[in-house]
């Protein structure tokens, strides 16, 4: 139990270290708009997997991805010196598509709305 305790202050600190990094320090152009959704530590403390979510077209977001990926090991070695753990967590981005999810189901929810509403001026009650 205070292992996941401590999993999770420690998951927290990472998200939090790693979204001030992609604000301020990542300097590399194919890194657009990111939010980082959550953060999962193992139970080892040894990884932190980074679930991510992004803006702009698909070519925007993978080029992102690219980015963000390839930007790893520098924000690893940032998140080591401010945050003096005694093993600093390898750090493995995934993608998160909730949001995108989310909005697909938001649309087809509203066509299937306004469908019904203009079959015949009322929705259809069961």
Sequence with gaps: MATEER???VAE???AEIADLLTRGVKDPRVGFVSIMSVRMSPD???ANVQVSFLG???EKKSSFIGLRR???WIRREIG???RLRLTPEIRFFEDTTLDDV???ETIFKQIHESETAGDGEPNQP
């Design 7 to 9: 999993a999770s202050r």
């Design 13 to 15: 600190a990472v998200r």
């Design 45 to 47: 403390l040894r990884y």
């Design 57 to 59: 077209s698909e070519a």
């Design 71 to 73: 930007s790893a090991g």
């Design 81 to 83: 010196k401010r945050l």
């Design 103 to 105: 909005y697909h189901l």
